[in-house]
């Protein structure tokens, strides 16, 4: 799925259609992977 951005290493993307979860990001080292990390991006700008 579309990349967002890479930053020492790691690399910041979304799917597509995720389901009804909130608007989030993935963070994974390298490579997009199931077990990658996800940060909900709040209505406020808070993560």
């Known amino acids: 799925m579309p990349g967002l951005?890479?930053?020492s290493g790691f690399l910041v993307?979304?799917?597509a259609n995720e389901n009804?979860?909130?608007i989030?990001?993935?963070v994974a080292r390298g490579r997009?992977?199931?077990?990658?990390a996800k940060?909900?991006?709040l209505?406020?700008?808070?993560v």
């Not at 997009?32 to 990658?36: D, E, H, R, V």
């Not at 209505?43 to 808070?46: A, H, M, R, T, V």
């Open 43 to 46: 209505e406020n700008g808070d």
């Open 13 to 15: 993307y979304f799917w």
């Open 5 to 7: 951005y890479r930053i």
């Open 39 to 41: 940060f909900w991006i």
């Open 20 to 22: 009804d979860e909130p």
């Open 24 to 26: 989030h990001v993935h």
């Open 32 to 36: 997009q992977s199931p077990s990658a």
